[in-house]
Nanobody
Framework: QFVESGGGLVQAGASLRLSCRCP???????????LGWYRQAPGKEREFVAS???????NYIDLVKGRFTISKDNAKRTVYLQMNSLEPEDTAVYYC????????WGQGTQVTVSG
């Protein structure tokens, strides 16, 4: 359902832009569902990071507010996560999915931030 990309190994303070394509989601569904980014750090549970509604209202956890920006391109069926001022605590595998009724998870994309 979801194909994440854009991760990498960066130093603290750097930026990354993650992308999540949804090639198996029909366009009308993509345009109408709430979509989110999640992350799973080593040894921790997967957690919600940010979401964007069909009307493009966004929501973030406090830890990333002011640093991360979620957006989407309906025509490309792609969700983005712009991550600025990265911190070592942001190190995790990042996933996208719907919000609420979760679908099958993709492979995720690894983000590693060195201090």
């Amino acid at each position: 359902q979801f194909v994440e990309s854009g991760g990498g190994l960066v130093q603290a303070g750097a930026s990354l832009r993650l992308s999540c394509r949804c090639p198996r989601m029909i366009l009308s569904t993509f345009n109408s569902v709430d979509l989110g980014w999640y992350r799973q750090a080593p040894g921790k549970e997967r957690e919600f990071v940010a979401s964007i509604t069909a009307s493009r209202t966004t929501n973030y956890i406090d830890l990333v507010k002011g640093r991360f920006t979620i957006s989407k391109d309906n025509a490309k069926r792609t969700v983005y996560l712009q991550m600025n001022s990265l911190e070592p605590e942001d190190t995790a595998v990042y996933y996208c999915n719907t919000v609420g009724a979760l679908r099958s998870w993709g492979q995720g994309t690894q983000v590693t931030v060195s201090g």
